[in-house]
């Protein structure tokens, strides 16, 4: 519309001058002022149609803001207890995702006693991580409940909960920051502690790592930086298991905590572990069972529900699932 209106416009003025009704001064300036205008409404246009585009993002940013948490605070929420008493109990505990036609897990029932070592075995997608979720309460229970010291554990105060728990999971984050800063997330409070922070390197055995490093602790970690180094997948991995040593957790809980480890220090890392964890709960998950050996009772998780527990020597015994694994994975090193 706008084109036919611009050349008819154009028709017009010349046929006004063809006919002797306007002078050809007045072509050039009509002809000028008209070019001018185009691109002037074509330049107002290309606006308004960034404004619009624009407001449907910001639409979406008002919505993301308005979204409310599912994980809600109790009115007078229960400080955690010092020490445990008596553990985390789950009480035929599920959970689905939304939109998801398949549970999670089902009929979870079992209880992690205080400064027990727990092991959870079992194929991918077994709902292992999903259920050290559930413990530290980044979901809630679709159906049953969590106890801790017999108090549902929705009644505990959320923050003081997540300090007592030393948390890696397997997708870790790799921060583009220093290495004492890597670290330092573990308990973002303790940033300024350096000692705090070495004290938890030493135990990941991170610490020889920042040793080698140009910059040791002050060292940029990743390539969005000019003096910034990039590690290799098992010592990520160490910096990541350091953060679970920056609080005084009373219960920790390591997913796949070695998974890009050699053998050796994946041994040297569990043998500092089980001294780290003495009179702590802790909950292993893991598909190596040589790591699995080193927990007081293994729970085997089939399709999100318990399908055996109990010692590496028990399920053993029992010939169950867990030996099939055990063995099939013992065959690749016979």
């Known amino acids: 519309m706008g084109s036919i209106g611009y050349y008819v416009a154009y028709g017009f003025i010349i046929y006004q001058t063809v006919t002797g009704k306007s ?3 007045t072509l050039t300036f009509l002809a000028g002022s008209f070019r001018q205008l185009s691109s002037l409404m074509e330049n107002s246009l290309n606006r308004f149609t960034s404004v619009s585009q624009g407001a449907i993002y910001l639409n979406d940013f008002h919505e993301f803001f308005e979204i409310k948490p599912k994980i809600t605070v109790a009115a007078s929420p229960l400080p955690f207890p010092k020490p445990i008493k008596q553990g985390f109990t789950f009480e035929d505990v599920g959970f689905k995702y939304n939109n998801a036609e398949s549970w999670a897990n089902r009929h979870l029932n079992f209880t992690l006693q205080p400064g027990e070592k727990i092991a959870l075995v079992g194929e991918n997608g077994a709902g292992k991580t999903t259920l050290v979720k559930l413990l530290a ?3 809630d ?5 969590i106890l801790l010291d017999g108090a549902d554990l929705r009644d505990y105060d959320i923050a003081d909960l997540r300090l007592n728990l030393g948390i890696i999971f397997q997708d870790y984050i790799r921060y583009q920051m220093s290495f004492s800063q890597n670290i330092a997330v573990g308990n973002i409070d303790e940033q300024a502690n350096i000692e705090l922070i070495r004290k938890a390197a030493h135990e990941s055995l991170a610490d ?11 060292q940029w970690l990743g390539r969005r930086f000019n003096e910034g180094v990039e590690l290799s997948g098992g010592e990520w991995q160490k910096v990541a298991l350091a953060r679970a040593y920056m609080k005084q957790a009373q219960v920790l809980i390591l997913d796949e905590p070695t998974a ?4 050796r220090a994946e041994y040297e890392v569990f043998q500092r572990f089980s001294s780290l964890t003495q009179g702590k709960s802790a909950v292993l998950i893991s598909h ?3 790591t699995a050996r080193l927990a007081d009772r293994i729970i085997v998780l089939e399709r999100g529900s318990i399908l055996e527990a109990g010692t590496h020597e028990q399920l053993m015994a029992n010939n169950g699932r867990y030996a099939e694994l055990f063995n099939l994975q013992a065959a690749g090193y016979q």
Do not use: K, N
């Open 23 to 25: 002078s050809v001064g």
């Open 208 to 218: 020889t790592l920042a040793a080698r490093l140009p910059l040791g602790y002050d």
């Open 137 to 139: 309460r980044l979901y």
């Open 141 to 145: 229970p679709t159906e049953g409940r």
């Open 260 to 263: 890009a480890l050699d053998a």
């Open 288 to 290: 190596r069972f040589s």
